[in-house]
């Protein structure tokens, strides 16, 4: 057996298939999972839209190598996390990291059982997403305390969360760092053409009107990506992935690239702001379906910024946040406990047995 | 006469009727400006919807006493900015200020031919919007640009711009001193209690979506704000003052307001975020309106941050944008060139004569 591990560290993120038999049962979760998409009937149309996309979605994790590589950049940012919080927080360590994804494995339920047989008290519930969204986070949470009551450990670990980062000096760093080494794959000679193009994962209107706190907090972190930047380029901020019939929070990233490219924009820097791990979004969507697009568009010399995966830096990071977070004592930030004015969730921005009451 | 100035400030905003009987006028200008209103057979129907919200806006202004205070407050800004620039920076001095209103005078023309009698010959187009967009800021350079040429001035002066200044430290800390006075005006014992709901004026999805910059400043301003008051309360941002019947940015102001009584939220406090001076979207909307909607909600203890207006922070703040620019020997921020990918305006991004080339 290994070393009891004193604090636990919850890596909450959406996940993604591992392999292309995994496609279909990723999108039956998604597709069940009310806090993120409402179906009429979604008992029996969310199985159906789920088994009617596979085919299509399969095809698309086969062009980037038969399945997302999400899980295995998590496991490199637990590990850097974890090794260097063990160096920074001796009084909280031995540290230990665990892997909650919301649509594929492993989940809420693995990570906490792993939690229990570590002999893990004190526990983090960290998002991946440095933007809040009740989307993202937000279901995450919810899912990760659901499950807690389902294994009946809801008073077994003390919590406390993670829930926002958009700023950080950390994070920030190492996403400008991203950005540089995108704009180094320019010829110097033609540097000074690029249009830096920050992409978010978009979000419904309905969603936005509620009053969720995403797209404020991407404003935030563009802005201090490029104050960072000593603001050496120009930018635009786009919304990426929309799908289905409603209205998204625009300008979509898929109608700027083709504007652009009309407009005569040559050079284009494309930075994916509200992900930290390489997925379909980056991988599919921004390198190979708007890679082509911009091409046809007019678009020469078109980059898409290195996600961050196990970039040093970005392990800093990573390991700073949590540190700051364990030092501070707080449960949460000051923002979780606010649920959106046009909420309709009853479950919502809850924590489990917080530490410090 | 009197002594020559050296460098012109002109200080470009919306402006306000004066009095009751330029309510009309007013109203006859902004709805004739295509870069803000697009209707059908504008030169028509602008001048009809005009007349016809003539007496209820003209019922607004008689309720804040009788008129816009935004010339007032300008003037103000602008005598304190010009005698803080003439100690900061002696090279430039003597600075005059001379105030462009897009719908009210002084307009573009008055300050242009006030300009050319006092000497100027290098000019700052200095904007009074922090966060850009071409609905206002936008609006009124182009404005400037055809009233120079309509005065047979276009190589009269050496133009360079603030554009936009939505992170400006100076800025920030008078707008964090607002949000501070603002919770001061609660009861100390219930000031834990507060929320703080950023309020900036709304735009047009349609605008949005063409790639205006403005919401991710405005998120910047926020996350700015906040992080200068340590984070002490829970906040919010929502949109307000949208008209028509075409989709604007939400969360909607009233909408969230209205949703946070529902919620049981009893204190409030509302930035604006977006003005720098009180005019009727705060004398009126945000006091009256709001105030009585808060009320009728169930929100107790209802309070608007003061504006900006002549606070010293405020005035230290606009002379010290300006002192950094003119050290820059810009022309413009890396952002103003680059025109939005959905622009329809043929004439726009343009600066007229300007310094350093």
Redesign the interface.
Known sequence: MSQRVKTGIVMLNLGGPGTLDEVEPFLLELFADREIIQLPAQRWLGPFVARRRAPAVRELYAKIGGGSPILHWTRLQGEGMVERLDRLSPETAPHGFYVAFRYASPKSEDALRAMEADGVERAVAFTQYPQFSCSTTGSSLNELWRAAGRLRLRDRFRWSIVDRW??HPGFVEAMTDTVRRGLERFPAEERDQV?ILFSAHSLP?RV????D?Y??????S???VM?RLG????????YQSEVGPV?WQ???TE??IR??GT?GRTHLLVVPIAFTSDHIETLSELDLEYGELAHKVGITSYVRAPALNDDPRFLDALADVVHEHLRSGDAH???Y???C???VNPQCRNILNPVGI
Do not use: D, M
């Open positions: 958009p700023v249009l209107l936005i009107n509620r009053g706190s797209p404020q907090e991407i404003g935030a563009v802005q201090a104050t603001f050496s380029h120009p930018w635009l901020l786009s209205p625009g300008p979509s109608k700027v504007e652009l407009k930030s000051v923002q406990p606010v649920r004015p046009g909420c």
